[in-house]
């Protein structure tokens, strides 16, 4: 079974534009969670999706949004990009209703900001 | 607040020697603990999930122990390889996962 794929793996965008993030799940998985990861902070939740509704949402600005589709593909979009966004973007599928609810993690879309 | 928080935050060992690495958390309720291996520029691999029955579980060379009444859990790695060098990460479902900032590890020749 193939595992979570993220495009692109890497990206540099200047400071005000937007970026779009794509993550397709395991094959099966409803569930997506997106993640930033920076080295000071560790792994921080975004949003989470399931069955294309937003279930959670981190403590991040409005310029951070998702949305998920019904094939469970998800994006994530950030506007106005800042400095302090870059990071490394992580997303992560699962199958509720398992026993130990595992999250799979992507190979993530390193973010530049400049 | 549901928090995970871990040490060494980072440790350094010759090949072949073991270490342990800590995690304590505060996240309620409390229903599993999880670690995670992640190598530099890749998304973390889960190497254990313990729940709250459960004491001790081995995964190969790698060894979690776990004491809800002090709400600590350990990673225990033996006879280190170098590609052991990578970042450990504890976390805990609270709504969302909480996860710990993580302990650098490197493991020299």
């Known amino acids: 079974k193939a595992g979570v794929t993220q495009t692109p793996r890497y990206l540099i965008k200047t400071r005000g534009q937007q970026v779009t993030l794509s993550c397709s799940p395991i094959?099966?998985?409803?569930?997506v969670s997106w993640y930033q990861q920076t080295p000071g902070q560790g792994l921080q939740f975004l949003f989470e999706y399931f069955s294309e509704t937003q279930r959670n949402k981190g403590n991040f600005p409005g310029r951070f949004s998702g949305r998920q589709f019904s094939n469970s593909r998800s994006e994530m979009n950030v506007s106005t990009l800042e400095l302090g966004d870059s990071a490394l973007y992580l997303c992560?599928?699962?199958?509720?209703?398992?026993?130990?609810?595992?999250?799979?993690f992507g190979p993530g879309t390193r973010l530049t900001v400049t | 607040k549901n928090q995970v928080e871990q040490s060494p935050q980072s440790l350094i060992i010759l090949e072949g020697k073991n270490c342990t690495l800590q995690?304590?958390?505060?996240?309620?309720?409390?229903?599993?603990l999880r670690w995670y291996k992640q190598d530099t520029g890749r998304g973390p691999v889960s190497l254990t999930i313990?729940?709250?029955?459960?004491n001790t579980k081995s995964n190969g060379r790698y060894t979690a122990t776990l004491d809800a009444d002090t709400k600590q859990s350990s990673l225990h790695i033996t006879a280190s390889q170098l590609s052991d060098s990578a970042s450990y990460i504890c976390a805990s479902p609270g709504t969302p996962l909480v996860f710990g900032k993580g302990t650098r590890l490197s493991v020299i020749a």
């Open positions: 094959s099966g998985h409803r569930s």
């Open positions: 992560a599928s699962s199958s509720p209703g398992t026993a130990s609810y595992e999250q799979y």
């Open positions: 313990m729940t709250f029955s459960e």
């Open positions: 995690c304590n958390y505060t996240v309620s309720p409390f229903s599993n």
